[in-house]
């Protein structure tokens, strides 16, 4: 049950709301003992907790669930850190409300459903104790989702359970799903892991008079399970594919490296024999007869290749101006043999005489 438990007046041998809730955790607890002692250990200790808001305190009970606590938790050394032990009781608590539920889905309506239920309830519950609160940051926290689940839990073995004693079908409940939908496994696995089918009747619950309906139901753990693998399996296939294809450019820039190495060995050895490189020449000069243009010479620094060099305009005509290359253009001064070459990035400038061959640095008087 929740914290928020109200004393309840009753007639002799009658017990109150908080006996019910103190007992609830004691039956649980000694259920699981041998199967899930850590699970068992907290229901004790939150039993003892409940019984300390009890007015009058259960003295007698107290001190001796205090030493059963003590003795159980030094000779049998179950426990360890508090975020340990909340990730132990939480897995386990949800493994045994995801087999309730998965039945529930499924509308298998049975007095062992009820049971598992109300386990599943009590196991949650207990992740509520106090030990808890201070390592809240290291993951020990009884948040909304935990709550939802034990508080639907908690109603869900209510309503099954008067259900069955009324002869009538349990409150219809949305996103229930057939056998068809999967995540089935282990449901007829019981609180401790042994069969239901084959494991005797539960004894006669002690419910409460009334659980109120949470609004929703929780989602289905099974199915959250399922999506995360699916999810998680398409984050491994993306990562494979770009592991394929960065692995891929690795190989197209590891082949254009070995074929650039290749290519310059080629070339080193075709300048250390001179056959290779008269050869070369030759063909340079047959590709520039037949352009009908002059071979190019890189030792000539003299020889310029330009339109403007070819043609001499009147003096009376504008000077032209022509690109060559990079930001360098030729003018032809006047009409003589000289033209002037210039580099617009540099602005840097120089006269060259076509006929002559010379060059100069000032501009040349007319000739």
Known sequence: MSATTTTTTTTKGEDTEEDRSISRFLRRGEEIAKHEPTTSYYCKLRAVE?????SPRPIDLIKKLLGELEKQKRTKKITSHPSIDFAKVKRFALSVYDRADQRDRRKMFTRELVDAFDASA??????????????????CDFNQDLRQRAEYAEWRAYDVAVALRSGR??????????????GGEF??????GISLAAAAPPPPLDLPN??????????????????????????EDQQQHEQEVEQEKEEVVKQEEEEEVVKQEEEDQDVKNPEIV????????????KSGGKEDDKDNDNVVSSRIATEKVSSDEKTRETPMFNGVTSTRHGNTDWIKIESKKTSQKFWFNEKTKEKKWEEPTDE
Request: contains cysteine.
């Open 187 to 192: 449901l007829n696995a019981g609180v401790a």
């Open 50 to 54: 409940l019984a300390m808001e009890m």
């Open 169 to 182: 079908a349990p409150t219809e409940v949305a996103d229930a799903f057939d056998d068809t939908d999967g």
């Open 278 to 289: 008269g050869k070369k020449k030759k063909k340079k000069k047959k590709a520039a007869a």
């Open 210 to 235: 009334d659980v109120p309906k949470p609004k929703d139901r929780p989602n289905c753990i099974a199915q959250e399970k399922k999506k995360d693998e699916e999810n998680e399996d398409e984050e």
């Open 122 to 139: 009590a196991f949650l519950y207990c992740l509520e104790s106090q030990i808890f609160t201070p390592y809240k940051e290291q993951g």
